[in-house]
């Protein structure tokens, strides 16, 4: 018996889990393929892999397939040796219906029968595996005859690194080959070449020859290649009327991409009226056929600036596009979720979409899962994993990412302390002008850290960065003329740089400003001109303002006296923790001062001052309870809340508690 079987149980297998009931032309056409392969005539046996390959009169199987095309390979027979190497290619196993169900209940009954059975079915195994290097053997052998298909599978092999190394001049030859022949795939496979540059400089004008070639035989995607140069005017005039004629011809030969070109030529009224309906429907077209571009695109009609606007159906594709892989898609999701439009806002969500299109190269996604890691934002904190996300953001150019490795350099956070690589990194991002680079780089000239001290340099950063109007740089050239840095001090100079990073929004420069105009050592003083900045400040929510607000507003300093106004303002900052502000609030509370009085709310400030160690806050709570005002009397918790204000050096809280003892000694 051959390692094929006997010729009966090569019959036997004729009606055995066949993907379909056999003619009878069929079964005699087998039984003369199977005699005279067996015989060992070459053509029977590539004709019996045929069978064995589609499922003609016998169950499908591919190792059945490959044995036969390798007899037949081995004997010269170059179409035999082209289907051996696609077998070897694609790889698969044996198909028919109900053959796995079969051969489970075959061996739950008796596995010894069914294990002898299925070796005589099967002599060759059920399927091949995936065989690279044996598929690009035997295409070069029906290559080397000069079979056009084999030397077009060859080329595309070598173009793609499959089987062997990537060889775009061996790609470009087999190719070649076959295009001399009239070979349409070698045709596209040479305009890709020569678009690309791959092996071949770049060469528009030769691609678009060689996709007309094979587009004219009616290969798609040449049809869909020319449509694009066409849309482009690479290589050849630009015309969208050419455009679309070609897109149109891909397109019935199912090609979503150009469908989904189409829509969005007729979006943009090129080649005609822009339809956004019509666009809609090309979309969806490709959409539904699962094309995560073409979902992207019906998103974007439906978004709220798009022409279709329907939020809902937006996020729905939006979602579903991001689903299907599509990185744009991926990173509008997580801007989506990250702000709360069209959908809850969920950082987690936003992190896990961000990360998604992040993985697949897109530059801002990575950007912006880096800094969710660092801050701990819908993310755990990461610092390491954010810096790797900036430097494959860095290595594509993105000046943001430049700028944050910088920073983390500086303070070593995720990588290590490295003052000359933060320079080198700020040095790239402010050589675009880059107003925050400037600011950062220019402040280590200042200070000669990781660059040589250049206080010149250091200033000259900041002066081209304050020239864009950025705060920080200003504040610093304000700092910078105090003295700061060893450069001399010019008060006058260094106000007028405050002043400008002031009305710019900085709020520590609005601080510097407001306490300037209250500081007995530079007068005149302007309480005015004081409140003016301390309300910036405190409308930006810095509690120590807004205190100062509300003390301003109770004592009229600078701004008319108004107590609503001072509660409004303590109450702002008292909500911040700033325990004089709680203790301020609860006392205008209690006695009913710019708000009426509600002694509940007065204990609960008075509480949270006290808990934060304000020993004034201490000694009103112990008063309280020595006098049952607003809450029960209880002299051992006034006692406790006497001593913790005494334990702070209050004095009254210490006369307080001479006075309980000597009381009780008296009794």
Known sequence: ?????????LLARLTVFTAGRASANEAASFRRLAKAAQAGDCEAQYELGQCYLHGTGVLRNPA?????????AEQGHCQAQYRLSLVYFKGGGATGAGLEEWRRTALRRDEPAADSNFRLLFPNGFGVARDLGEALRWARCAAEQGLADAQAHLAEMYARGLGAERDYLEARRWYLCAAEQ???AAELGLGVLHANGHGVDIDPPAAASWYTKAAEKGNGAAQLGLALLYLGGQGVERNFAQAIGWFRKAAKQGSVRATHHLGLMTLRGEGGSADPHAAETLFRQAANRGYGPAMRSLAEIYDVHGAVPDPREATRWYQAAAEAGDAEAQFVLGRLFACGHGVPQHLGEAAKWFERAAEQGHATAQVNIAAMQIKGAGVPHDPDRAAEWYKRAAAQGVLTAWLQLGKLYIVGEGVPRDLPTAAAWLGRAAHTGDPDAQTTLGLLYLRGAGVSL??????????????????????????????GSGAPPDHAEAMRWYRAAAEAGHLEAQLILARGHLDARNPPQDAAAAALWFHRAAVQGHAGAQFQMAVMYCTGQGVPRNLPKGVEFYRLAAEQNHRVAQYNLAVMIEKGEGSPPD???ALRWYMRAAQQQLPEAQLRFGDCYATGRGIARDDE????????????????AMRRLDHAAASQVAQ
């Open 1 to 9: 018996m051959t390692r094929g079987g006997s010729l009966a149980g």
């Open 637 to 652: 918790a006034a006692r406790r809340w006497y001593a913790k204000a005494a334990a702070l050096g209050n004095a009254e």
């Open 64 to 72: 059945d397939a490959a044995f036969w095309y390798r007899r037949a």
């Open 182 to 184: 009239g070979h349409s």
């Open 599 to 601: 002694l509940d709310e």
């Open 454 to 483: 250049d206080l010149s340099r250091g200033e000259a950063l900041l002066r081209s960065a304050a020239e864009q109007r950025y705060p920080p740089a200003l504040f610093q050239l304000g700092h910078l003329r105090s003295g």
